[in-house]
């Protein structure tokens, strides 16, 4: 990670003073374990986070939370995800961190098996289609707000495409998109590849699959086109990559069916498949 280095600051308590045990604040009252709790507690908070906007959030000096975040990373309480800027796309990617399984265990998911009972229940006492229906209620308010960002960057694809990206990032996705099939030599083949590095609820996703499918659907309606899930961190992939076809363009919501430009005989065709590798 690059930080730049500080040549002076307020003191924090993060770095020892001459003649202060390793491990103690210079107030004498903090010790490391408390610390990295706060930083820890500050991940899980904004994250993905990078280092210097923890270190700006918490008043750390640089070498203090370099000193941190490499033990919690030693520890296995979080993970780096790295991601680029949606605004340029050029650059080293940026390196952010989330908590990993072991960090979300070790300050309690108790969210988690709680809202886990209450969707088994849900489903058991309504029924599979009571589920899918709250999943669909908890994404259409990312569709709301996402709608007015992407519908402002045009009928591009493209271009669409980079603003669902910012926009999922400016909500701790950690988003980016990639294109890919531009040396096929056919415009039909072109696509882009919306990654995420970031789920907040991708255990809960793991166990019931209808928030994948969800906010697919509501990818699918915002670009204007039928998108593909290749794969998902709740399936256990590096990261959610949605398959975004550029070269073959047609409304989300049309069915199969003839078109109605369509020439006698010829057959609108959906390219949407729904994959859960």
């Known amino acids: 990670m690059t930080v730049a280095p500080h040549a002076s600051g307020p003191s924090t308590g993060q770095d020892s003073a001459p003649g202060v ?16 709790d706060r ?36 520890h296995g309480l979080i993970e780096v995800k790295r991601a680029k800027s949606s605004a340029s796309g050029a650059g080293r990617p ?11 265990s070790k300050l309690g998911n108790d969210y988690l098996d709680i809202a886990k009972a209450a969707l088994t229940q849900l489903g058991t006492l309504a029924g599979p289609d009571a589920v899918q229906e709250f999943a669909r209620g908890r994404f259409a308010g990312m569709e709301e707000r996402y709608a007015p960002v992407v519908e402002a960057a045009g009928p591009s694809i493209e271009d669409r495409a980079l603003a669902l990206a910012g926009a999922l990032s400016a909500d701790g996705f950690a988003s980016s998109t990639k294109t890919v099939g531009g040396n096929a030599g056919r415009t039909s083949m072109l696509s882009m590849q919306l990654c995420q590095g970031h789920c907040p609820i991708q255990e809960l996703a793991a166990e019931f699959p209808a928030f994948c499918d969800q906010e697919t659907e509501v990818f699918s309606r915002l670009l204007g086109v039928d998108v593909r899930r290749l794969s998902t961190l709740a399936r256990g992939g590096h990261v959610c990559t ?3 076809p550029v070269g073959r363009v047609r409304p989300a919501a049309a069915s199969a069916g003839p078109g109605p430009d369509s020439p006698p005989g010829q057959t609108t065709l959906s390219n949407h498949q729904q994959g859960r590798p």
Do not use: K
């Not at 045990?21 to 990295?36: F, K, N, Q, V, Y």
């Not at 390196?95 to 990993?100: D, P, Q, T």
């Open 39 to 74: 930083v820890l507690s500050a991940v899980l908070e904004c994250g993905p986070v990078s280092a210097a906007e923890l270190g700006d959030t918490l008043g750390f000096t640089p070498a203090a939370m370099r000193r941190h975040l490499d033990a919690l990373f030693q």
């Open 242 to 244: 949605t398959h975004i």
């Open 21 to 36: 045990p390793p491990g103690i604040s210079e107030a004498g009252a903090e010790p490391d374990e408390r610390t990295r």
């Open 94 to 104: 940026a390196r952010r961190y989330v908590l990993s399984q072991r960090g979300q």
